[in-house]
């Protein structure tokens, strides 16, 4: 028994290639191809039967995605503008205590 081609070796001039090569014609690819992304879907949790209802679905989670990070984005910027805000006060209570301390 042959082996097969290593790493950087022609698979053609394999023996293993040249007594096993099938040809598919290209309505046997299709079923192949289309048999394998559904189950792929399916194994995924996604229904592939509703094509417009699977679109749907991949819009809502964009726009859900999408408002996930405009709010994650403007948490941070009221973050940050609460502590600027802070610093700022505390930074003019001590100018204040500094300027109208007695001596």
């Known amino acids: ?6 790493d950087g070796e022609n698979f053609l001039n394999c023996p293993l290639w040249a ?3 099938t040809f598919l014609t290209k309505d ?3 079923v192949v191809v ?3 992304v559904k189950k792929t879907l399916i194994a995924m949790g996604i229904d ?3 094509p417009i209802e699977m679109q749907r679905d991949f819009q809502m989670l964009r726009d859900w995605r999408k408002a996930s990070t405009s ?3 403007k948490i941070l910027m009221t973050a940050i ?3 600027t805000a802070g610093a700022l006060g505390a930074l003019l209570i001590g100018v204040k205590s500094v300027i109208f301390s007695k001596p």
Do not use: Q
């Not at 028994?1 to 290593?6: I, L, T």
């Open 19 to 21: 007594e096993h090569r």
């Open 48 to 50: 592939a039967c509703d």
């Open 34 to 36: 289309t048999a394998t």
């Open 71 to 73: 709010v994650r984005a």
């Open 81 to 83: 503008g609460l502590l």
């Open 28 to 30: 046997e690819v299709d």
């Open 1 to 6: 028994m042959a082996s097969p081609p290593r």
